[in-house]
């Protein structure tokens, strides 16, 4: 069993070897043209799986600019809808792509599970300089470059100006007022609720704790720590439990069915989202054109402007390609490229690079098509937002499983004893377990 | 035994060929679809990834015997969840069964009228595929968007369908509601085979419509009823789409490992570990490989045991 699943793969790893190296050679006799002198002029056809908005169009335009690579892309469900399960099992079954998109939270599952590639070999660690500090952080673990940012995800606050208007209202810059504001609402409208808190989103759970300050998983001396026991993810437990448990806060999750109906109603204020939820709100409301304002995320009073994010997402070489070297030039032309944000910008508005440089041309492009969103522009508020994104926050080698696990401990939360808090801790336990068992070192 | 290996005659030869002959697509098909996947499953389960540091070097595969199966057993996730598949059976079998030998013997009962309408009407359900079932019971369990929530709420009803304690009725009756009419027809079916003449006699010794059904048919379709009521059970361990379903809705306490089979799903597509997920459902398949011949069991003592008193 051992010899025979691992021997194709050693197999598969030598000839992307080989050909990396011929792919080198030949570059270095055909001064610079690159694969497209092998074999004459036909280009590389390379493989890409996505469940992206507007990525056609970014491939589009790559193929379109690009006469030694093509590539072909193929829509999967979202990751964690089964897109994820159905790249672990295509990479097992070798007959994977050659490039993918993974969000932030499960790089670190792909690479453990060795289902993606390092890009180092290929200039990945070259790369650096583009990304702010969190976002590279997120990427390069363990001494390795595990993916190029695409799109990130600093939270914003989407609200309703109409409605903050009705109630005499102004736009919570913290958190106390938040609560403030969810009580006012409730109590002119019983039907109507500030925002959502789910407890079957633990990815918000997280991306707000994240905003608090706290950092769930480290890696001191080479070990996961697993840690939910700061004062932060306290201080966000206990701040979210009388609301969600008083239903002044709606307990469904954003974008789903219910949540849908009451946004199209105008029962919810205010959104905690993405730069990309700004799409979302657009196609899933369209009648509330104009009536839609962005505003940093409300702060914890005394404590320095933080912030967290939800959602955003890099690409990836998987497993078993063989043509590292070109899957690399799409990634990097894709995940930095005026070309690629102006291909993409228009289709899934909001969509925020992660390369500094490109986001001038995001915002250009967001300004001046949209216009379903008043006041401050969503790139202005999401800059500032992503200077403040706490630097400590890692991920856990296991998100899928982790964040899946947080969700079915926060389930029962709201009848059960101890609420959010409670949950956390079991939640902490189960995922300290998940990786000892798994044979990971392990303190705390 | 020589006597047969040695030289058996050459027409029972060529007979036994043409037995095998026909018998061959059967252990052909068994051994494709159903041997080689469990055997594939054992062997999954005995190997399982381990990890070393922090994980950053990959994995490799080891030799863990039974640990996957010992963990199983030590895991609160796969007990609860059998212990509720297990109370879901108890609650959902008897009421399918008693409903749905209810509508078969109406049916049959010469009362009823236009039989065939019924019949194709209490199928119609079946024919909706299970998870667009689960779709559709879940849109009318979610409150702000069903008709039925609101209108119980307008007669003073506040169900939530979702919260944990009712959670397991709602599945319960996308099931009945789904399976009810298959099992009726099947029964009814079952019910045709009634000799016509035993019907005639019990009419003559004065048995009314409900004495005729409870002494004479319900007895004489035991063995339908014992076959619906096992796949019910079968079905009832494998409960799989309607929690899947279920969970992605609004404030659902339906979690990841809900059932048996949603944790081996989880452990196999959330967490890539597949020699826990194959254990567990190997685990699962001798639950139910014990519960059917626990089941056989009974009925053929009980049905001897009538025949002796029959004779």
Redesign the interface.
Known sequence: MHISDTQPAARRRIAAALSAVCCLLLAACGSGSGAASIGGNRPTTITYWTWLGGMQQVVDRFNATHSDVHVVLSKIPAGTSGGYSKMFTAVRAGNAPDAATVEYPELPAFATQGAIQDLTPYGGADLRSRYPAWVWGMVDQGGKVWGLPRDIAPMVLYYRTDLLAQYGLTVPTTWEQYAAAARTIHRRDPKAVIGAFSTGDSALLAGLAWQAGAQWFSTPGDSWKVSTQDAASSRVAAFWQPLVGGGLVANEPAYAQQWTADLQAGNLVTAIGGPWSAAYLQRLAPKAAGKWAVAPMPQWPGQAAGDGTNGGSTMVLLKGSKHPKQVMEFLDWVSNSPDSIKAVEPVSPGAYPAALADIPVAKQVFDSTQTYYTGTSLFDVAAQASTTVGTGWQWGPDMAQSLSDLNDALAGSMTGPGGLRAAMDSWERTTRADLRERGMNVSG | MSALTASPPPARRRRRLHIALLLAPFYLLFAVAFVAPLGYGL?LSL?R??????????????FAGFHDYA?ALQDSRFLDGLGRVLLYAVVDVPLMLAIALVLALLLDSALTTARRFFQALLLLPHFVPGLIAALIWV?LY????SPLTSWLNDIGLHIDFF??GSVLGSIINISLWQWIGYNSVLLYVALQSVSPSVLEAARLDGAGEIRTALSIKVPHIRPALVVSGLFTVIGSLQLFTEPKILQ??????????WTPNLLAF?E??????YSYAAAISLLLAAVAGVLSLLAMKLVGRVDRSSQEADS
Do not use: C, I, K, M
Not at chain 2, 248 to 257: E, K, N
């Open positions: 062997v190997f990834e381990r990890f070393t540091g922090l994980g950053w070097n990959g994995s490799h595969l080891v963990r849109y979610t409150p702000g968007l919260s944990s992605g809705s609004a404030g659902s306490t339906v979690t990841a490992s989880s196999a597509f959330n967490s890539n570990d």
